[in-house]
T-cell receptor
Framework: DPKIIQKPKYLVAVTGSEKILICEQY?????MYWYRQSAKKPLEFMFS???????DNQTASSRFQPQSSKKNHLDLQITALKPDDSATYFC??????????????FGEGSKLTVL | QEKVQQSPESLIVPEGAMSSLNCTFS?????SIWWYQQHPGKGPEALI?????GNKKEGRLTVYLNRASLHVSLHIRDSQPSDSAVYLC?????????????FGIGTRVLVRP
């Protein structure tokens, strides 16, 4: 059974619209992340959360807003969508601090296409 | 900003042969170096990590790290068709802002039966 659930797996949006990507992890981890993978580019770090608090934000645009309603949830809201936002967005989690290995576990991704 | 470069871009090996992948990174203060495997349409999955200079062996995988030359390599012994995937090198930095991985663009490995 997948331990990190991302929804939806595929989505198509029009330029200017808004979408929310859902992520839930059932590994009991205390840290969650969003990464983006665009065509011919490396997997790119976007955000990290620890105990539902934002730890690091490497996304220049405020159009990307993470939302953590529960400790095992980290959704990603994207507003005013642009074609350049087309990518696969991966949610990940890890156990940080004492007893943690630092290993990231990834979901299967949400592939976003903006027309 | 950390930079991670991988070579070769792609690799074709016959079944049973050794696959050898290379990775260089820019920051000697980087912590662990990870290798991830990614199959099409799936998320990356961690294979092995190394922190100290030297080598580490797990099953068919061996990793070599040389911090002085900022170089790490992954070797897959007795490659199998199921090993066909993209292999991502990732450098870990943990600080007060948490854990962050910087990835290379990957090496695509195809193992021919």
């Amino acid at each position: 059974d997948p331990k990190i659930i991302q929804k939806p797996k595929y989505l198509v949006a029009v330029t200017g619209s808004e979408k929310i990507l859902i992520c839930e992890q059932y590994l009991g981890h205390n840290a969650m992340y969003w990464y983006r993978q665009s065509a011919k580019k490396p997997l790119e770090f976007m955000f990290s959360y620890s105990y539902q608090k934002l730890m690091d934000n490497q996304t220049a645009s405020s159009r990307f807003q993470p939302q953590s309603s529960k400790k095992n949830h980290l959704d990603l809201q994207i507003t005013a969508l642009k074609p350049d936002d087309s990518a696969t967005y991966f949610c990940a989690s890890s156990q940080e601090g004492q007893g943690g290995t630092g290993q990231l576990y990834f979901g299967e991704g949400s592939k976003l296409t903006v027309l | 900003q950390e930079k991670v470069q991988q070579s070769p871009e792609s690799l074709i090996v016959p079944e049973g042969a050794m696959s050898s992948l290379n990775c260089t990174f820019s920051n000697s203060a980087s912590q662990s170096i990870w290798w991830y495997q990614q199959h099409p349409g799936k998320g990356p999955e961690a294979l092995i990590s190394i922190f100290s200079n030297g080598n580490k062996k797990e099953g068919r995988l061996t990793v070599y790290l040389n911090r002085a030359s900022l170089h790490v390599s992954l070797h897959i012994r007795d490659s199998q068709p199921s090993d066909s995937a993209v292999y991502l090198c990732a450098v870990s930095m943990t600080n007060s802002a948490g854990n962050k991985l910087t990835f290379g663009i990957g090496t695509r490995v195809l193992v021919r039966p």
